[in-house]
């Protein structure tokens, strides 16, 4: 079984730090990484996906991934107390029938 | 505007009464999938369609039916509904494209089996 592991927190930050999740993967063929957003109560929304090794950086979010050591993170920077959701890692299975979801990291920005 | 659209979004109902939850996209995405989500196991895939009369099982597919007639329509049937299956559902589809993954969700749909 293919999974996708998250500390489910919650993770605590002020508001204006750097909140850094993280997930890890067990498919060593995966390609293709995805960070979703949910709301409580919520459908979750696409952030950011990422492909290749190293960082990828769009506005506040900063993906990071490192396929070596199965692993993959999201950094919010200036973090705002309207960026508390629970967050998704996700991973294309290498047969592209699906994502498979980590159980979400859920992340509280204090003001 | 672009959407995934799900029916009912709040149900409650009894054991056995047999139940269908509708979805529909107006993406003409070839790709369309359900997932229920449960706290401490996340979202976890239920049946998906490829394309129109096209459907193959998920992670969790007991005790649940699909259909793929038309391309924008999935519903999600119930026969006999059980309380184990009381859970927030999620229709999503996508774009049959290899550069991304990503998936649209419907607002959800949370079910109550008495």
């Known amino acids: 079984q293919k999974e996708v592991e998250q500390n489910s927190g919650p993770l605590s930050v002020p508001e204006g730090a750097i909140a850094s999740l993280n997930c890890t993967y067990s498919?060593?063929?995966?390609?293709?990484f995805f960070w979703y957003r949910q709301y409580s109560g919520k459908s979750p929304e696409l952030i950011m996906f990422?492909?290749?090794?190293g960082d990828k950086e769009d506005g506040r979010f900063t993906a990071q991934l490192n396929k070596a050591s199965q692993y993959v993170s999201l950094l919010i920077r200036d973090s705002q107390p309207s960026d508390s959701a629970t967050y998704l890692c996700?991973?294309?299975?290498?047969?592209?029938?699906?994502?498979?979801f980590g159980t979400g990291t859920r992340l509280l920005v204090s003001p | 505007e672009a959407q995934v659209t799900q029916n009912p979004r709040y149900l409650i109902t009894v054991t056995g009464k047999k139940l269908t939850v509708t979805c529909s996209q107006n993406?003409?995405?070839?790709?369309m999938s359900w997932y229920r989500q449960d706290p401490g196991l996340g979202l976890r895939q239920i049946y998906y369609?490829?394309?129109?009369?096209?459907?193959d099982k998920g992670d969790v597919p007991e005790g649940y039916k699909v259909s793929r007639k038309e391309k924008r329509n999935f519903p999600l049937i119930l026969e006999s509904p059980s309380p184990n299956q009381t859970s927030l559902y999620f229709c999503?589809?996508?774009?049959?494209?290899?550069?991304?993954?990503?998936?649209?969700f419907g607002e959800g749909s949370r079910l109550t089996v008495l």
């Open positions: 993406m003409n995405h070839e790709y």
């Open positions: 990422i492909y290749s090794n």
């Open positions: 369609s490829m394309n129109v009369e096209v459907t």
């Open positions: 999503a589809s996508r774009p049959d494209r290899l550069d991304t993954g990503e998936l649209f």
């Open positions: 996700a991973v294309k299975d290498t047969g592209f029938q699906k994502l498979v």
């Open positions: 498919d060593r063929g995966s390609q293709s």
